[in-house]
């Protein structure tokens, strides 16, 4: 054979083995995108609709769950979504946070006719699918107001039920492991409809009294070898750290257990994703920093952009049209008349009210308390200046409980407490100070407004030139 054929040959060896390398390669990375990544347990939280507060529970599932994701946990994330959640929340579920959606139907709940029932938790026993998850050998079963510190992947080893005793005598549900048994699950459903003891009609009574000897069970310790065990344990509070505890000291004091997980379970609107929930609640901030760091603020952006701009529009409007305003209020009558000038006084003092009040309905509720904080600031002084210009008040006496909030966030968020009881009596010792110069601003203002009914009778009609009594008598 030829020199030249040889390193022909050769030239084709070496082109086909680059293009079969090549080949693989490219299989394998659309082989390695198109299938999820499985595990032999999972992380899994709950979604339902039927709430005023759907779609904050659904943020706060998609930053617990990216939290998670960001830890690097050797776990599927898994979500219970009932077959009423919407569409685009599943796909973004699905597409953007990688989580495996299982849908179902919601159980319909036995209590709901307690007296003590509360309505929020009407559908809350959705949780007990999660032992239909027969794929899994341990589920960890999470609520949505939960805030990862560092992984909690030990969990796995835990037996076929283990929670977190938060209260001295009832375990919590925000966090519980379980073994998914398909056994378990039909009994549970079977004991629902029997009417099995419930003392709050929801998954947290339910649960309790399904495992009452929990209490009695052994503490949790994770074995060094890996291993799974076997029955029922009670988990450290370092993975169900009450928030609670830490507002009393401002920092964290749990010796049992690491200091894992920090839950919530405080007033429904005092949540930490809601944009007020700090600086009255000092974790709050730390729950936003987590989102920041993870799902971001996009869909809430513009809508802050938009108010924005529409507060300063009208700030800048109601100063232009500051005398055309002060006609319409102080339009002359042809009578003067007392309820007139009562309800005058009304509509002004009830406009000064509307400008502390209106603005925070209108900001999203789960935005970064910084932008929410700034955005309810920015609103209420504009709203303030329609009562300022139209009344012609006192600018710095209807503006003094701006001031007074403004200090009061300041005080509120002051990092250098030594304790909670400090801080609180920090709040409250300010508030205080503050009560006198609001009273006083209250009482400039209905005095401006009285000294301007008085001279109302000076002040043209709509569309009236001004004319001096002066000048009325000499012609």
């Known amino acids: 054979m030829a020199d030249g054929e040889r390193r022909k040959l050769g030239f ?3 082109l086909l083995f680059v293009t079969v390398v090549f080949a693989a390669v490219a299989i394998r990375s659309v082989v390695g995108h198109g299938e999820k990544r499985s595990h032999r347990n999972a992380y899994a939280a709950m979604m339902y609709m039927g709430t005023p507060r759907d779609y904050e529970f659904y943020v706060a599932t998609r930053v617990m769950l990216r939290s998670l994701a960001k ?20 796909q973004a579920l699905e597409q953007e946070d990688g989580v495996k959606v299982v849908r179902v139907k919601n159980l319909d709940n036995p209590y709901k006719k307690q007296m003590n029932f509360d309505n929020r938790f009407k559908l809350t026993l959705n949780k007990l699918y999660a032992w239909s998850l027969v794929g899994y050998d341990r589920v960890v079963m999470l609520d949505s107001d939960n805030l990862f510190l560092q992984r909690t992947d030990e969990l796995f080893q835990c037996g076929k039920f283990c929670a977190v005793f938060i209260n001295p005598c009832i375990f919590h549900t925000g966090l519980f492991v379980l073994q998914p048994s398909t056994e378990v699950f039909k009994d549970m459903l079977r004991e629902l409809e029997n009417g099995r003891e419930n ?11 399904y495992f009452s000897d929990l209490l009695d069970r052994p503490m949790f310790h994770p074995p060094l070898n890996n291993t799974k065990l076997v029955g029922t344990y009670r988990l450290p509070l370092g993975y169900q750290m009450d928030a609670s505890y830490y507002y009393l000291k401002l920092r964290w004091s749990i010796p049992c257990g690491p200091n894992s997980v920090i839950t919530f379970p405080s007033a429904p609107w005092l949540k930490p994703w809601y944009w007020w929930s700090w600086p009255v609640l000092p974790l709050g901030l730390q729950w936003h920093e987590q989102r920041r760091r993870t799902l971001g603020y996009s869909s809430e952006v513009f809508v802050v952009l938009i108010q924005s701009a529409m507060y300063l529009a009208v700030i800048v ?14 339009r002359r009558p042809e009578k003067t008349l007392s309820f007139l000038q009562t ?3 009304m509509t002004a003092m009830w406009s000064v009210l509307a400008a502390y009040v209106v603005p925070f309905f209108f900001i999203p509720r789960t935005v970064h308390p910084l932008l929410g904080w700034t955005l309810y600031l920015l609103g209420s002084s504009a709203l303030a200046s329609i009562a300022i210009n139209a009344f ?6 209807v503006l003094t409980p701006w001031l007074g ?21 920090s709040v409250f010792a300010y508030a205080f100070c503050c009560a006198p110069f609001v009273w006083n601003s209250l009482v400039r203002v209905m005095a401006c407004l009285q000294l301007t009914l008085e001279r ?13 009594p002066e000048f009325n008598k000499l012609y």
Do not use: H
């Not at 830890?71 to 599943?90: G, M, N, Q, T, Y």
């Not at 500051?322 to 209020?329: A, G, Q, T, V, Y």
């Not at 012609?392 to 006496?397: G, N, R, S, T, V």
């Not at 109302?456 to 001096?468: C, D, T, V, Y």
């Open 12 to 14: 084709l060896k070496v």
């Open 343 to 345: 309800g005058l006084k």
């Open 71 to 90: 830890l690097k946990v050797e776990a599927d994330l898994v979500v219970i979504a009932s077959i009423d959640v919407p569409a685009r929340w599943v």
């Open 456 to 468: 109302e009778a000076f002040l043209p009609r709509l569309g009236e030139s001004p004319q001096l």
């Open 317 to 330: 409007v109601t100063r232009l049209a500051r005398p055309n305003l002060s006609k319409l209020c102080y």
């Open 405 to 425: 909030i403004t200090g009061t966030l300041v005080v509120m968020a002051i990092p250098w407490y030594s304790n909670g009881v400090v801080r609180a009596l």
């Open 199 to 209: 003392p709050d009609g929801a998954d947290q009574g339910f649960l309790s009294s």
């Open 392 to 397: 012609l008040l006192p600018a710095l006496a």
